[in-house]
């Protein structure tokens, strides 16, 4: 039997992206910075970048994910890390794609916590056994997502490569 997916295509997306930035607006939050997740956030943090008028945007890449629902024990903070004198004393929204465990939500979040202003989080899509409550989000599921930019194979085969996560 095929499990459900929710599927989210780019014109979704777009719609989704729009619908986060303006609840972040509709809330009066105004981030000095977009810190994104890599690699789903990174398309999240663009679109509330240009929504939201911020052109500040930097990146934190993590490992965590291996396969469909397969982990690491802990999610790893990858290099470069986000130089924190950078974000000292900024209002920090951080960007992505789902927050399913929570657990890389909660280590970039927690990695900012007592160098910045305020950190929020926004994504499209939260699951219910998130450890972490995002501020903004655009739909709730239980589902395992299928994402326009990870649905495809690689058009290059990479050792180590995570499909499909």
């Not at 910075?33 to 789903?40: C, E, F, H, K, V």
């Not at 240009?50 to 965590?64: G, I, Q, R, S, W």
């Not at 469909?68 to 974000?87: C, T």
């Amino acid at each position: 039997m095929t499990e459900v997916r929710e599927e989210l295509t780019w014109e979704l997306f777009g719609t989704a992206s729009r619908e986060l930035a303006e609840q972040v607006a509709a809330d009066g939050y105004q981030p000095d910075i977009i810190l994104s997740i890599a690699r789903g956030g990174l398309f999240v943090a663009g679109a509330l970048g240009y929504a939201l008028d911020v052109k500040n945007l930097h990146v934190a890449n993590v490992e965590f994910y291996t396969g469909v629902n397969e982990r690491l024990p802990v999610p790893i903070l990858l290099p470069p890390v986000p130089n924190v004198v950078d974000l000292s004393g900024a209002q920090v929204l951080v960007a992505d794609d789902v927050a399913d465990t929570g657990a890389t939500l909660k280590l970039v979040r927690d990695f900012c916590a007592g160098h910045v202003a305020d950190v929020r989080c926004a994504v499209v899509y939260e699951k219910p056994h998130s450890t972490v409550a995002c501020e903004y989000v655009w739909r709730h599921t239980d589902r395992w997502i299928n994402f326009p930019w990870s649905t495809q194979p690689p058009v290059v085969k990479r050792s180590n490569q995570v499909l499909d996560a």
